[in-house]
């Protein structure tokens, strides 16, 4: 009992303690609080309001500008905006290749680096801005892709040709020539009196192959190719690889069998390169490619995907990559060789699409497919038909969605594709 009653008086006190803190503390905080509710929250209150009122008498002061108000004001600026879009999609409905997105309204604000672009009509030829150096590992126009000089109809751009002076003597050494602005291919032939595929096969370019002005060439004095002698090479190894005559290597080279030497580079004239290995089939689980460095910007070591150059959406923060428009069926290309990651359908939007591993961290990605010709696993050689355009997934036509990732993030593939 005496504990208890020790317990309520100690409870009394305490009580009593706290009251009083607590009366002291409201004493100190009351006038904080209401400095703080009277600066923070009424005085900015008030001045809202007084500002308020002196916008609204001025404006009544104003009568000419009251057909602004209310409801119309929204009216009119929503037709402003109207105009705006209406007439910048009309200015970029035709993006293509040869603008790179100079019709955009904000173009100016951007100024990029753009280069010269050059389609020719005829035969499927398209060449177009390439890096100075040309990449070792381009493969050459095989036979069955030659392109003959007749049927190369006309630039769109007028072509910079130069003839020869009448009575001119005929080239014997080979020669090296400087892309200049307006140069195609078909011109540069012409001016040397060369074959399509010559100019092509020397300098390791293919149809879709892409030139830039001040890109340096190769030009032979004769169609034909050249070869740099190996160990045990012999006149008739040469000629029967290139199916070409040994009389004609003997002549035109002035050597014989017995006088071939170790890493001289010969003329096979009338030679065309052997046809490529037949693509290796390999079997799971995926093996890895060999390290290969990773192309910087401005390296032109992936080719054109596609045989259509229209361009209908750009590489931006929010699109990781290009998307080329053509006729459903429009055959696709492995930008490089690799190995076949993925082929198949993708529920993400891409529909039908290719993964293509080339090694070194560099993938490329081509979506929307309507046939797919690979499989995953299959090793692609540069430039092999792998699918065929179409509109399959999340697409608004037949395009292909073309994506280039480094290391796994997206890059603009205008930057690395020639």
Known sequence: MRVALVSIKALKKTVAITGRFLDTLTKVTKPILRLTINWLILRPYRLLIKLGRRVKNLWLKLPNLNFLSHHQSILYLLLVFALLVTANNWRIHQASAENFGQNNLIFPLIKPDFELLIIESGAGLIAESTETEVDEETSAITPEKQIEPSGIGAALLKPHLVTSAPGTAARTTIEFYTVEAGDTISSIAERFGLNINTLLWENKLTARSLIRPGQKLTILPTDGVTYRIGRGDTINSIAKKYNVLPENIINYNNISSSSLTIGRTIIIPGGKPPAPPAPVRVTKPIPSLPAISVPTSG????????????????????????????????????????????????????????????????????????????????????????????????????????????????????NYIR
């Open 299 to 414: 390296n032109t070591r992936l080719l054109w995907p596609t045989d259509t150059r229209r361009i209908t959406q750009y590489y931006t923060w929010r699109h990781g990559g290009v998307d080329i428009a053509g006729p459903t069926g429009t055959p696709i290309y492995a930008a490089d060789e690799g190995i076949v990651e993925i082929a198949g359908w993708n529920n993400g939007g891409y529909g039908y699409y290719i993964v293509i591993d080339h090694g070194g961290g560099i993938k490329t990605l081509y979506a929307h497919a309507s046939k797919l010709h690979v499989s995953a696993g299959d090793r692609v050689d540069k430039s092999q038909h792998i699918a065929n355009i179409g509109s399959t997934g999340r697409s608004t036509g037949p395009h292909l969605h073309f994506e280039v990732r480094i290391r796994g993030s997206r890059t603009n593939p205008l």
